[in-house]
Every structure is written in structure tokens, then in C-alpha cells.
């Protein structure tokens, strides 16, 4: 490999839900950066958009014979394809995924969530990469080139216990049910389980569902309990009358629906398919519903993760309050935060008292109901029943939720983790982490901590 000329492969990916528009002009300043280093560049020079296309340029780049591949995660994509291009290519891997400016608008780019999902698929297959996070006509590109991986996996930490309280939770889970409702998305590793893996690490149970059994039991719902229902939402939320209403009670039935499977069975938490199929086959949002499962102590999982219905569980029973199932979009290192997010399931109590929480739509797939408000102020604790790397562990951190205007639709909230950003940013990335992480308010590490030594679990504290 020259060390003065490379040819580089380039793979620009995205997707046509986000605003096409702002990312094409992203990746045009992405890729005047890769022009300026001097390096041959080959591969389309425009967004990649499904697998036919990429597989399409990976072949191109393989004729070329390049000496690196550079992947620019231009907006958010599953790892389907990044998984494809990593078995496909044996020369070093690169990762560019840019930031967006938090205007309190929609997630038009989303690329972080992209590289988090890369990141915890690659780590899965002990395939190492140079990544950036970072915009256009910054400094910095040189890094992304070098010979050697950037990614430095983490090394769990001692422990500190106390052996009753960890006990104590372990009691507390075994015997605790999980409803899994129809498959995880392609592409999402972050959600794969292990059922067996899970009962024997927790004592929970797994019981699985179709998608169509939970969108019979929403439409065979009372009309009564559908009209009830709204009315004590608008209680809570303003903008009802604004959002189409058909799709409104479609919205409203799904929590009719989870109800009800609830008292057949008894389930203490679910974790549901959400997307495309609840609003390309249904016809409304499920965020809504798990906002308000959520504030009734029965977390709701998204993308069928049902390892992230597992730690919403243990993060309820040491926090004793409701939790949040939270992506991680964004890190800054010059302002030192993150923003927290999805689309619309935080439950109410979290919400800024300062701010009027409202009625929304799904902001890629224009249905309701979600909720929107940013999230209240105050310290916070997030922990993950990880298996990044192939590995059982629990990821924890802790930060302070800051008295901020809302950077992006849905429920979000701009965070200071312990850490700073920067550093926090690269620990993320090197841990392999998944995309989803279990929020709830006040210091509980300690008592997650005790937790994670009486299961026998190791401790990463990002």
C-alpha cells in the first residue's frame, strides 16, 4: 500500500426517509474533504440509497483493487450493508458519520445512530475500524486514513457490591415476562437475543408474538374504551384535535391491545416490532402507547429489542420509577453534551414542567401518536444489558440532564454525561455498544453495580 497515494473506495450510504436534500449537500462537502487528502477516489459520488445499489459500487470498487474502504454514513442506515462490505473487503475499513444541528426540528440526518449500529454489528464479527464523527471541512480527516484501527475495544472494570441489594435484584427480575411482538428490523444486531442466555443471566422469560395478533386484538378494542382513552390522554397532552384522527385511534387501540395482553398474561414489559409494519400495515404509531405502558411501570421496548425491555426492567426495579428507552444521537466535545432521543415513547413524568408536552406525528412516517416535550432536568443514570463483542455485560453511566431547549422532535434531552463528550464519544464507539440505552433520574450505579457482580456479570462504566 502506497503511503503517499491510496485508492480509496468510497461508499456513501443513506436513506430516503431523512431529508435527502441536507445530506446530499453533506456528502458533497464530505467528499471535497477526500478529494483535498490527495488520494484516488473511487465509487459513486451520489447517495446509496438501497442494497441493489451498494452492491452495484461495491463490485465497481472491487475491480478498482482499493487499498482502503471508506464508508460516509451519511444518514442513519441499519448494518445490514456495512456487515456486507466488511465481508466483502479484506482491505482496512473507515467510517465517516456526520452531526446535525440540533434546531429543536426532526432528526433530518440521524447519522450518529447509523455509526452506533456499525459500531456494535463490526464488534460482534471482532472486526476492527477507523471512524469520524464529524462535519465537513473540519480538521481531523488525516485519522480516518491512518494505518492502524481507531477502535480500542474497552476493558471491563471492578465492581463495587453490596451483596444484599444485588441479590435483592436478582430476586426481584426472576420470574419477570417479556412479550416479544413480531421479529427485530434487518440490520439490527443491537436486538438479537438469546432466550436461554437471558433466563439464565436473569431468570426473565421470553414468550413471542406475531405482529397481526396485536393489531387484531387493537381493532377487535371497545369503541368505548378507544373514545375513553383519548380523552385521558388529553389530559396530558395539547394538539390532539391537530393530528388526523382515524390514525389517532388506530394509535390509541395499540394501548387498548397491550392492555389486554397484559391481563391475559401477565407481562410485565414488551418489546414490539414498531416499524414499518405498524404504520405501512396498521396504520398508526405505536410511541404513543409505549409512552404511556412506560409511566405504568410496563416498559415497552421498540425494534423488538428485547434486551432493551430486560434492562428497562432492571433499571425499574432499582430506580423504583418509570424508564426510558433511549437512543444517543448526537455528542458534542465543544459544548461538551449529547442529546438523548426517540421518536415520541418517553413516559410523561419525565417531561420539562416548563414546557407544554404535545400531540405529534411520526416524523419519517407522518402518523401519530407520539408524544413531544424535552425531557425535565436533573442527575440521570443510563445502564445496558450489553452483548457487544459476543460478550454478557452491563454498560453504565451517568450524567446530568440539562435545562435545555428540545434539540429534536419527539422526547429528547441534552445530557452531560460524567465524562466528557469527547472521550465519552470514543468509548461508545470502541465498547460496541448498542443503540439502545435504559434512562432513568437519580444515581442508581451503585445499585446496578451490586447487581451486575451477584449475576456474575462484568461492569463497563463508559
Not at 43 to 60: I, Q, R, V, Y
Not at 287 to 307: F, H, Q, T
Not at 411 to 437: C, K, N, Q
Amino acid at each position: 500500500m502506497s503511503v503517499e497515494t491510496l485508492t480509496l473506495g468510497v461508499l456513501p450510504l443513506g436513506r430516503p426517509t431523512f431529508d435527502v436534500a441536507f445530506a446530499e449537500e453533506m456528502l458533497a462537502g464530505m467528499m471535497d474533504d477526500l478529494k483535498a487528502t490527495g488520494h484516488r477516489l473511487v465509487g459513486p459520488k451520489k447517495l446509496l440509497m438501497d442494497a441493489a445499489s451498494t452492491e452495484a459500487a461495491m463490485a465497481e470498487i472491487a475491480a478498482a483493487k482499493p487499498d482502503r474502504i471508506v464508508v460516509l454514513q451519511v444518514t442513519f442506515t441499519d448494518a445490514a450493508m456495512m456487515c456486507r462490505i466488511a465481508e466483502t473487503f479484506d482491505q482496512p475499513l473507515s467510517i465517516w458519520a456526520v452531526p446535525e444541528p440540533r434546531l429543536g426540528g426532526r432528526l433530518r440526518l440521524n447519522a450518529f445512530c447509523g455509526l452506533n449500529l456499525a459500531s456494535h454489528a463490526l464488534g460482534l464479527r471482532g472486526r476492527l475500524f477507523s471512524w469520524r464523527y464529524a462535519s465537513p471541512h473540519t480538521s481531523g480527516i488525516e485519522a480516518l486514513l491512518g494505518e492502524t484501527p481507531m477502535v480500542d475495544p474497552l476493558v471491563p472494570e471492578a465492581a463495587q457490591a453490596d451483596p444484599a441489594t444485588g441479590k435483592a435484584l436478582l430476586a426481584a427480575l426472576s420470574g419477570k415476562s417479556i412479550a416479544r411482538i413480531g421479529a427485530h428490523p434487518d440490520g439490527f444486531d443491537t436486538c438479537g437475543y438469546d432466550s436461554a442466555k437471558l433466563a439464565a443471566l436473569t431468570g426473565m422469560t421470553v414468550t413471542g408474538f406475531e405482529l397481526s395478533d396485536l393489531f387484531a386484538r387493537a381493532l377487535a378494542a371497545p369503541e368505548a374504551a378507544a373514545r375513553d382513552l383519548k380523552v385521558a390522554v388529553e389530559g396530558h397532552l395539547s394538539g390532539m384535535e391537530e393530528v388526523d384522527q382515524v390514525e389517532l385511534d388506530r394509535s390509541l387501540r395499540l394501548k387498548l391491545a397491550l392492555d389486554d395482553m397484559k391481563a391475559d398474561a401477565g407481562f410485565d414489559a414488551f418489546a414490539i416490532r414498531c416499524w414499518p409494519e405498524t404504520f405501512t400495515e396498521y396504520g398508526g404509531a405505536v410511541c404513543g402507547p409505549a409512552s404511556m405502558m412506560g409511566e405504568g411501570r410496563v416498559p415497552c421496548a421498540c425494534e423488538a429489542d428485547v434486551y432493551g425491555a430486560a434492562t428497562q426492567l432492571l433499571l425499574q426495579v432499582a430506580s423504583d420509577q418509570p424508564v426510558f428507552l433511549v437512543d444517543l444521537v448526537d455528542m458534542d466535545a465543544s459544548d461538551d453534551t449529547a442529546v438523548v432521543w426517540h421518536c415520541g415513547q418517553a413516559p410523561i413524568s419525565m417531561a420539562d414542567p416548563d414546557a407544554v408536552a404535545r400531540a405529534t406525528i411520526h416524523t419519517n412516517r407522518k402518523m401519530p401518536l407520539l408524544f413531544e416535550f424535552p425531557l425535565k432536568p436533573g442527575p440521570v443514570t443510563f445502564v445496558r444489558l450489553s452483548q457487544a463483542r459476543g460478550q454478557q455485560s452491563l454498560m453504565i453511566a451517568r450524567g446530568e440532564m440539562l435545562k435545555r431547549e428540545m434539540a429534536f422532535t419527539g422526547t429528547s434531552g441534552v445530557v452531560r454525561f460524567d465524562r466528557p463528550a469527547g472521550e465519552m464519544l470514543t468509548r461508545v464507539i470502541d465498547s460496541g455498544l448498542e443503540h439502545h440505552m435504559a434512562l432513568a433520574y437519580g444515581d442508581h450505579v451503585a445499585a446496578l453495580e451490586s447487581f451486575a457482580t451477584a449475576a456474575g456479570l462484568p461492569v463497563v462504566h463508559l
